[in-house]
C-alpha cells in the first residue's frame, strides 16, 4: 500500500498529519486489524469480558444508537435492543467488512466520517457507544463534546477507556520498568496516537462535557498472558464478570467501561434526516443517486457501495 505524504505507521494505524486547526487521526484502512488483532490473537478472553459488560450497561431497547469506532463490526450484533445502528468509522475498508458480515438494509447504515466532525444533527440518537476508540484521540474533549452534541435528552453513552492506573502499570513503574508515572493524571502517549487515561480525568472530562455517570464496570482483571494460556478460557471470564461490579469502588483493570447519560427526561431521537454537512453544519441534505448534497455550501458527499463517505466531498460546492 503506497502512504501518502504526511501519513505514517504505527500498528495497525495509519496516522494522518492534518490542517493546523484539526487533530491527527488514526486510520485503519487497509489493515486486517479484525482478522490480526481479534480473530487469530488469543484474544477471546477479552471480547467475551466486554461483551458481558456491554451486556450489563446497554439499556433494553431504543430507537437508534451512534457506534463509534465501529470497525468491522465485532459489537455491532450486541445492540439487539435498538432499532437502527448506525455503524460509524474513519476506515471505509473495515465498514466494508462489517457490511459484509452484517448486511444492508434499514437496520444499518454504514457511515465513514470524522469523530472531530460528525455528520449529524443535534438529537439524532438516543443511544451511542466508543468501545477501544478513545485511546487514539489527542483531543478527547473535542470529540466528546461532538458527540454530546448528536445526542438526545436522556440518551444512554457507553464508553471504555484504556487505563493508566492498571495494576500492572503501577507494578512496572514502582520496578523502575516504566517512565511515566500511573498516577499522573495527564494522557500518556505510550505510542504514536495512542493514549492511555487516569480515570479521574475521564470522570472530570465527561462531567465539563455534560455526562452523568451512571455506572463504573472494570473490565479485563486477567489480561495476563501466562494466565490466558494456563486457565481455561472460560474460568476466567466467569471470574472477570464476578469482580466487574467493583469498578463502582476502584478502578485498576487496563479497561474501564462507564455508563453516562445525558441529563433531562427521556426524548426520542428525530424523525426525519439524520445528516448533515461537517463542513458548513448545513441541515438540508438532498440525496441523490451517488451521495447527499448539502443545500447550504453545495458540497456533494458521496453515497458508494452502501456505505456513506463523508471524509472528503466528492465535490466542492
Not at 12 to 17: Q, T
Amino acid at each position: 500500500m503506497k502512504i501518502p505524504p504526511g501519513t505514517w505507521v504505527t500498528g495497525f494505524c495509519l496516522v494522518h498529519e492534518m490542517s493546523q486547526d484539526h487533530p491527527p487521526i488514526c486510520d485503519y484502512e487497509g489493515s486486517d486489524y479484525q482478522q490480526s488483532f481479534w480473530d487469530e490473537a488469543n484474544r477471546a478472553y477479552e471480547d467475551r469480558v466486554e461483551a458481558i459488560a456491554l451486556r450489563r450497561l446497554l439499556p433494553h431497547g431504543g430507537k437508534r444508537l451512534l457506534e463509534l469506532g465501529a470497525g468491522a463490526g465485532r459489537n455491532t450484533t450486541r445492540y439487539q435492543g435498538y432499532e437502527q445502528i448506525v455503524l460509524l468509522d474513519y476506515s471505509r475498508t473495515q465498514l466494508e467488512q462489517a457490511l459484509k458480515k452484517l448486511g444492508d438494509g434499514d437496520r444499518y447504515l454504514y457511515v465513514v466520517a470524522d469523530v472531530y466532525g460528525l455528520p449529524f444533527k443535534p438529537g439524532s440518537f438516543d443511544g451511542a457507544t466508543m468501545i477501544r476508540t478513545l485511546h487514539h484521540l489527542v483531543e478527547p474533549e473535542l470529540a466528546m463534546r461532538n458527540i454530546y452534541k448528536t445526542l438526545a435528552s436522556g440518551a444512554t453513552f457507553i464508553l471504555e477507556f484504556a487505563n493508566k492506573r492498571n495494576i500492572k502499570a503501577i507494578v512496572r513503574w514502582l520496578l523502575g520498568r516504566q517512565s511515566w508515572n500511573p498516577f499522573d493524571k495527564a494522557q500518556v502517549e505510550f505510542a504514536k496516537l495512542n493514549f492511555n487515561f487516569h480515570p479521574a480525568a475521564i470522570r472530570e472530562l465527561v462531567r465539563v462535557v455534560g455526562f452523568e455517570i451512571r455506572q463504573k464496570l472494570t473490565v479485563s482483571h486477567f489480561r495476563i498472558g501466562a494466565l490466558k494460556r494456563s486457565v481455561p478460557l472460560g474460568l476466567l471470564v466467569v471470574a472477570d464478570s464476578l469482580v466487574q461490579w467493583t469498578g463502582a469502588l476502584w478502578q485498576l483493570t487496563p479497561s474501564v467501561f462507564l455508563k453516562m447519560a445525558v441529563p433531562g427526561e427521556s426524548t426520542p431521537p428525530i424523525e426525519d434526516q439524520i445528516f448533515m454537512c461537517p463542513r458548513c453544519q448545513g441541515d438540508t441534505l438532498t440525496p441523490r443517486p451517488d451521495g447527499l448534497k448539502c443545500a447550504g455550501c453545495g458540497r456533494l458527499w458521496g453515497f458508494r457501495g452502501g456505505i456513506f463517505d463523508f471524509k472528503e466531498p466528492v465535490r466542492e460546492g
